[in-house]
């Protein structure tokens, strides 16, 4: 059975690691967006807060740090940016992926560039977490 798509109206979120934000700076790693199957969490499934606490509860325990914010980007600004970027375009897919203990999950399939992470980085709107430790 083919994965179920997120349709371009809706939001997705993206933790982020402390190590891969350098807040002095403002400088953010490309390793946020990188790779393929990128895990995202859908919006229209649950809220903000929510999705904290399960990003806290699943990923604070990673190599990578704490996380310290997260990234909300628009599917279909995602999608426009996936098929605009110049030096390969991509069709980037937002598919949904729910877990037990996250029924907002949702997956990037697609392997995004360095180049490319840093461009969706750079249009993401970025949420401090509303209950720091």
Same mark, same amino acid.
């Given at each position: 059975m083919a994965p179920l798509l997120c349709p371009p109206e809706?939001?997705?979120? #993206?933790?982020? *690691?402390?190590? *891969?934000? /350098? #807040?002095?700076? /403002?400088?953010? @790693?490309? &390793?946020?967006?990188?790779?393929?199957? =990128? @895990?995202?969490?859908?919006?229209?499934?649950?809220q903000l807060e929510e999705l904290f606490a399960i990003f806290h509860r699943k990923l604070d325990e990673s190599p990578n740090?704490?996380?310290?914010? &997260?990234?909300? =980007?628009?599917?279909?600004s995602l999608q426009r940016i996936g098929r605009d970027y110049p030096p390969r375009p991509i069709e980037i897919t937002v598919e949904e992926d729910p877990e037990n203990d996250n029924p907002a999950h949702a997956v990037i399939p697609q392997k995004v560039s360095q180049g490319l992470a840093k461009v969706i980085i750079a249009n993401l709107a970025i949420h401090d977490d509303p209950h720091p430790a």
């Open positions: 809706e939001n997705v979120l #993206r933790a982020i *690691h402390s190590a *891969h934000w /350098d #807040r002095n700076e /403002d400088r953010k @790693s490309s &390793a946020i967006f990188k790779g393929p199957n =990128i @895990s995202v969490s859908r919006l229209s499934v649950l740090g704490r996380i310290v914010a &997260a990234g909300e =980007i628009n599917v279909g």
